[in-house]
């Protein structure tokens, strides 16, 4: 797995103030007369009461109010008004506001320079908690170094675009492995030893191992493909099935889409057009990434990749009913999701590599 241009912002998880606006809503609908609220109507009254926090000088407030509109999904627009009102005081509300200006989140759609404009105000907000030794910012530190790194890998709101400074902050982030660390900054090390312009195969094993330690589906995929092919360690099917299957149980697309690969050259084939079948019917990428914190790029090659072998069992009849006119279908819908892997396969296909 190399590092797509679709890298995405360490997700940092504020679960206290959550609970606190569920403790709100809660709260709201245990009151005599609110029982019988529709969920709009809660959701409008727990407004009205952090609305009323605000007024009252409670600070902490600001934070909580944008936090609550970015939840809703369709409110950002306000997330980023009351994000920009406590950025001074809330390092929460400054990380937020960093993250959605460099995101373009809740943010008009603007000329190349207003966007780049933008992206320098992000970074400058992410640096100021990246370098901070406050102890309000601690929790924050290595998901913003992460995303500082970021801004430095893509050349966005900084002066000058560094693959070196990208790489120092990624380690400062992931923090040797650290638990409480940046995941996605060992995610991402693990990508960036398996490019070809800073090739090392064995940290790429090292760092995806440690993610995925720690939880992560994206480098559990990874390992799984790196055991599949001898890629930095030795070749083992037992813990590349492993690996495949168990990130693939965890929603993980591309490791899905390997999976069905692992089974057809297994000759499993029922089992692989079993399983392709399922994920060539895929296609929301942003709610998939929404939900796995998978990238995107990396959810279109698992559906292409499962739709090229669905359409190899379709075509020669293996663990489906051959279905000419199907298998062009999903050797169309392959080429639609990742034309380079499309190519890529049937080259292999015509070479009788598969």
């Known amino acids: 797995m190399e590092i797509p241009k679709d890298l995405s912002a360490e997700n940092v998880s504020f679960n206290k103030e959550k609970n606190l606006l569920n403790d709100i809503a809660q709260e709201t609908r245990d009151q005599p007369g609110y029982g019988s609220m529709t969920e709009e109507e809660l959701m409008e009254k727990v407004e009205t009461i952090l609305l009323e926090k605000i007024k009252a000088g409670e600070k902490t407030a600001y934070f909580q109010l944008g936090l ?61 908690i990246a370098e901070s030794d406050a102890k309000q910012a601690k929790h924050l530190k290595r998901a913003a170094q992460f995303n500082l790194g970021r801004a430095f890998f893509q050349g966005y ?3 000058r675009q560094s693959d070196a400074e990208a790489e120092r902050l990624w380690i400062l982030a992931a923090d040797d492995g650290n638990p ?44 799984g493909v790196m055991h599949e092919y001898g890629i930095g360690t030795r070749r083992n099917t037992d813990s590349a099935y492993t690996c495949l299957k168990g990130a693939a149980d965890r929603g993980n697309v591309y490791s ?47 559906i292409a990749m499962a739709c090229f072998y669905y359409a190899r069992c379709l075509h020669e009849g293996l663990g489906a009913k051959r279905d000419e006119p199907e298998a062009k279908r999903f050797y169309s819908r392959c080429y639609h999701f990742d034309p380079d892997l499309c190519a890529s396969l049937q080259a292999r296909t015509q070479h009788g590599l598969m």
């Open 68 to 128: 609550f509109y970015y939840e809703q999904g369709s409110s950002m627009e306000k997330a980023l008004v009351y994000f920009e009102r406590s950025k001074e005081f809330d390092f929460q509300s400054m990380y937020m506001l960093g993250v959605m200006l460099y995101d373009g989140i809740g943010c008009k759609a603007d000329t190349i320079q207003k966007v780049e404009e933008r992206k320098i105000k992000a970074v400058e907000y992410i640096k100021k």
């Open 157 to 159: 709101g900084i002066a």
């Open 180 to 223: 409480r660390a940046s995941l996605k900054a060992q995610s991402t090390l693990g990508m960036f030893y398996s490019r070809d312009e800073s090739l090392d195969l064995k940290k790429a094993f090292f760092w995806h191992n440690e993610a995925c330690g720690n939880g992560s589906i994206e480098s559990q995929g990874a390992l």
């Open 256 to 302: 899905m889409g390997n999976l069905v690969a692992h089974y057809y050259k297994r000759k499993l084939y029922t089992k692989a057009a079993d399983l392709a079948s399922r994920v060539s019917q895929l296609s929301d990428i942003d709610l998939i990434a929404k939900e796995t914190d998978c990238l995107p790029s990396y959810i279109c090659k698992g």
